[in-house]
């Protein structure tokens, strides 16, 4: 039986979006493609646009052009060689050989038009994946721990409880109307891979001795959510044994869906919901609809490691290491994808892991083939040990196809990271996150150093592109918040310049071995903002 949309009763209490969506649900527009692809785009009813979210599709910029940029789910980041080498094919045949990866761990493509997305679709499902769900007012993806499987920090294998869940939700028409998009996070890893602090639901690593014996298992944090007014998710004191963490997420998201706010669309992500009613009346409802569940038990998550596995490490299988690389600010080319899917099949299974920080993993690689492994070419680019900024730095999409943005982001971030690298030698990373809009996609709030694009008027009165600068964010357990703005406004042709000072007096005034987070809580957001001030000579 279908679900009541108990939100429909007073349709004077919905914002334009949430009408449309009574009109027509999201999920029908996957009815609509194979129509389109004969007609071609100018068929497509301009009110019609937005609907192609659902299907994982957004208009790139100009939306007028008709290119759509294209997110592939990959829950957990698991890719296998089959996946990999159809990936590698659509960025050769349909996306001018762009291949992105996300801070979802997803695989982004561009320059996509309607008349191709039918094959792509049969492309995709035929080594079981989907772009359904990857964007909309839907879960998307589930974000997880890339070592899931293999890793010796992880309390369980997750991956079987990922994919369960990410099945039950994906063309789910009972949860393809929620009120805004809706991301969750599923780890094991103690160094919290899944970030689980930005989602709007994430489980993570615990344990609880209940009758006498301890059960490993999950703690449920909710509410978290970047954009314009970022939110920490809060703990609910729940304990979730692993048989039960797609029930305990059924619920929640149904809470979400039936008590969510749709009045007014930037009041409308779970966060808002969680602020107001607060964890424990949260945890109530989500008691309601599942029966009792055991108080929280004892949390196993330690030092967050930022989603950063370079290096080669052994695995929890005997005899068998994984190899982290940095992918400078997550794009490949499809000729890069075809190597690297030949790499992993002869060096390791075929598997391929994503990373939250836009990086990748070759997993199951016998220990006496890793030095011949690590002789490949692609890793003159793609490498196991990048420099201090190329390897920490993290990108949005930005203007170059992005309606949303701003500035330009991908190469801008990947031409500073490489100008610091010139410039300056640090004994520990710094973690650099460019985005061109408040929406965050690539989580500035969360970054060492986080770079906002703005538009501004310089001095011959002519609006450019420029940036912000905020400092001291982090996901580290027990303190962990976001970064704060410094005041000032940085045209774009300046930033690397203007890092490289700020990060001059961070390496001349630091202690052996503080990372920045550490130092911008000693020496206080005044020290720093009085330093750029300095650096842009704004009079005292």
Request: with cysteine.
């Amino acid at each position: 039986m279908a679900y009541e949309k108990v939100w429909a009763k007073d349709p004077s209490k919905l914002s334009k979006d949430e009408l449309k969506k009574l009109e027509k649900d999201g999920l029908e527009i996957l009815d609509d493609i194979e129509k389109y692809a004969k007609t071609g785009f100018a068929s497509i009813p301009e009110e019609d646009w937005s609907l192609f979210k659902w299907a994982g599709l957004y208009l790139q910029k100009p939306k007028e052009d008709g290119y759509f940029m294209m997110r592939v789910n990959i829950p957990s980041g698991i890719i296998t060689n089959d996946q990999a080498e159809v990936l590698a094919g659509i960025g050769r045949d349909y996306g001018r050989d762009v291949i992105d990866i996300t801070t979802r761990q997803a695989i982004q493509f561009h320059w996509l038009e309607i008349e191709q997305i039918p094959d792509i679709f049969k492309r995709l499902e035929s080594v079981g994946l989907s772009s359904v769900g990857a964007c909309g007012d839907i879960p998307r993806t589930i974000v997880g721990n890339p070592l899931a499987g293999i890793d010796p920090h992880e309390l369980i294998d997750t991956r079987e409880i990922v994919e369960d869940v990410f099945r039950y939700f994906n063309r789910n028409p009972d949860f393809s109307n929620l009120p805004r998009k809706y991301k969750m996070s599923i780890s094991s890893n103690i160094h919290n891979a899944g970030h689980d602090r930005i989602n709007c639901l994430a489980f993570t690593p615990a344990v609880k001795e209940i009758d006498g014996e301890e059960v490993v298992g999950f703690h449920v944090k909710v509410g978290g959510g970047l954009s314009a007014k970022p939110y920490l998710a809060e703990e609910l004191d729940i304990f979730v044994r692993p048989e039960q963490v797609k029930e305990v997420a059924i619920a929640i998201t149904t809470i979400f869906r039936d008590h969510g706010y749709r009045e007014k669309r930037h009041r409308a992500r779970l966060k808002f919901l969680m602020a107001d009613w607060g964890p424990e009346a949260f945890k109530e409802k989500v008691l309601e609809l599942v029966g009792n569940l055991p108080s929280k038990g004892t949390d196993k998550v330690k030092e967050w490691n930022a989603g950063y596995f370079y290096g080669v490490h052994p695995q929890k299988q005997e005899g068998l290491s994984y190899v982290g690389f940095n992918v400078p600010v997550g794009r490949m080319n499809s000729a890069e994808w075809f190597d690297l899917a030949r790499i992993a099949r002869d060096y390791g299974n075929g598997e391929i892991r994503t990373c939250n920080s836009q990086n990748l993993v070759v997993p199951n690689v016998p220990n006496e083939k890793v030095e011949a492994l690590l002789q490949e070419k692609l890793f003159e680019r793609i490498k196991l040990e990048p420099k201090n900024f190329i390897g920490y730095s993290v990108s949005c999409t930005g203007i170059e196809y992005c309606n949303l943005a701003l500035v330009e982001t991908k190469e801008r971030m990947r031409r500073v990271a490489e100008y610091l690298d010139e410039e300056l030698s640090i004994d520990v990373p710094v973690r650099i996150h460019m985005v061109g809009c408040p929406n965050s996609c690539g989580q500035r709030q969360i970054a060492d150093i986080g770079l906002q694009g703005i538009k501004m008027k310089n001095a011959d009165k002519k609006m450019v592109e420029a940036f912000e600068i905020h400092v001291g964010g982090t996901l580290e357990k027990d303190v962990a918040q976001f970064n704060q703005k410094l005041k000032g406004k940085i045209e774009a042709e300046n930033i690397a310049p203007v890092l490289a000072e700020l990060l001059r007096y961070f390496k001349d005034n630091k202690e052996e071995n503080e990372n920045f987070f550490d130092f911008t809580q000693r020496v206080g957001l005044e020290a720093l903002q009085a330093q750029l001030d300095d650096i842009l000579g704004v009079a005292s």
